[in-house]
Nanobody, 124 residues
Framework: QARLVESGGGAVQAGGSLRLSCAAS????????MGWFRQAPGKERDIVAA????????YYSDSVKGRCTISRDITKNTVVLQINSLKPEDTASYYC?????????????????WGQGTQVTVSS
């Protein structure tokens, strides 16, 4: 079992940056792949970025590639999503998720554990 708690969301103007953190707890969470997803009102929950348990492999969606960095600190059981050059279309609830795999999953169904989400609102 894994428990995930997100923080760091908020309101920001376009062009700004945000650093989202996910604190994970659970016996073996350090061996899980971790991902960040986002969901805007009326839309599907889509992947933003993912990272393997070792941190050696990462994935970014086309919508954030070049503006976003995912990283993890295994010793602290935290995963961080840094998003720069924010755009109004980045406005969404952002969710941290954990997958019980050594691979790099990028689909929602691969993730078994989810946080409650943190809201990001970008104004133009």
């Amino acid at each position: 079992q894994a428990r995930l708690v997100e923080s760091g969301g908020g309101a920001v103007q376009a062009g700004g940056s945000l650093r989202l953190s996910c604190a994970a707890s659970g016996r073996t969470v350090s061996s899980y792949a971790m991902g960040w997803f986002r969901q805007a009102p009326g839309k599907e929950r889509d992947i933003v970025a993912a990272i393997t348990w070792s941190g050696g492999n990462t994935y970014y969606s086309d919508s954030v590639k070049g503006r976003c960095t995912i990283s993890r600190d295994i010793t602290k059981n935290t995963v961080v999503l840094q998003i720069n050059s924010l755009k109004p279309e980045d406005t969404a609830s952002y969710y941290c998720a954990a997958a019980v795999t050594f691979n790099l999953p990028i689909t929602r169904d691969d993730y078994a554990y989810w946080g409650q989400g943190t809201q990001v609102t970008v104004s133009s």
